[in-house]
């Protein structure tokens, strides 16, 4: 139904910034919420960010927050992570994926892979001196 790819990855130094991308082809993601996962070797992937159909809701892990910022282009079918302030902890897989239904909204504490289908195939993000 949808592909996903990621981009924008790559290595920088603690303190500097990145900005993911993550395409979608396929049908309208205009009522899809838009979540952003990490995955460490060894370790679940975890949520990072979301971003509601209408962009109301923003969400963010407490790690990342003040330092990373979601948006979506729902006329391109694009949805971004921007990453600044980077620190090596930040170092993972990035991902991106879609979920129907009401999963990122006020009162998410989570962003949960479980809700989520559709992903990419990811991103290395490497922070490192």
């Known amino acids: 139904q949808f592909a996903l790819v990621e981009s924008g990855g790559g290595s920088v130094q603690p303190g500097g910034s990145l900005k993911l991308s993550c395409a979608v082809s396929?049908?309208?993601?205009?009522?899809?919420?838009l979540g952003w996962f990490r995955q460490v070797p060894g370790k679940e992937r975890e949520g990072i960010s979301c971003i509601s159909p209408g962009r109301a809701t923003k969400f963010y892990r407490d790690s990342v927050k003040g330092r990373f910022t979601v948006s979506r282009d729902n006329a391109k079918k694009t949805a971004y992570l921007q990453m600044n302030s980077l620190k090596p902890e930040d170092t993972g897989v990035y991902y991106c994926?879609?979920?129907?239904?009401?999963?990122?909204?006020?009162?998410?504490?989570?962003?949960?892979?479980?809700?989520?289908?559709?992903w990419g195939q990811g991103t290395q993000v490497t922070v490192s001196s």
């Open positions: 396929g049908f309208s993601i205009a009522w899809y919420n």
């Open positions: 994926a879609l979920a129907q239904g009401d999963v990122c909204n006020a009162r998410t504490q989570r962003v949960q892979p479980s809700q989520y289908e559709d």
